[in-house]
């Protein structure tokens, strides 16, 4: 038999307490719940980041939590890429998007850094930006408020409450995209979507 080829699923975030629930965490979030729903525990530590390994629908899995902070993601993702030997296809990254609404999420193959600097820092280290993503919409700063501080804060109970219907559909969004490839993903969960307030 083959040997069965490896799929790396990277969520993005900070590591400690003091910034697991904020927005900018949702990357984290969304592994740490994609693990636990399958009994995959983050015990291991490599490159710079925390890992989870297993089997979920039929695919050989590594779940990454880089612990660089977020501007650094790379320096995480580009050394356990070329270990595992990771195709550029079947690295799927997760991350927070301002430019998506909050209760939305979006699937594309491949694509830019958007202005994310955990992206940026990605593509930068691996050079190339064609590997699938999961942007999860965390909506854009009230008023003049600084984006910095802004994906820095925790969601508020009524967004909070949005959040974990998008967790779970995040979750099921990237089980099908390991079950079915990228475009039955998209097919399925890029369609009609409600934002909050909509």
Known sequence: M?????????????????????????????????????????????????????????QRVFLVKPQTYMNLSGEAVQPLVSYYKINLADLMVVYDDMDLPLGIIRLRPFGGAGGHNGMKSIIQRLGSNRFPRLRVGIGRPPGRMDPAAYVLQDFSPEEEDVMVQVRDRAVRALETWLAEGIDAAMNAFNRAQHALGT
Do not use: C, T, W
């Open 2 to 58: 083959a040997a069965m080829s490896s799929k790396m699923i990277v969520g993005l975030g900070n590591p400690g307490p003091r910034y697991a629930r904020h927005r900018h965490n949702v990357g984290f979030q969304i592994v740490d719940e994609l693990a636990q729903k399958h009994g995959l525990d983050f015990d291991k530590r490599q490159f710079k980041a925390l890992i989870a390994s297993g089997v979920i629908e039929g």
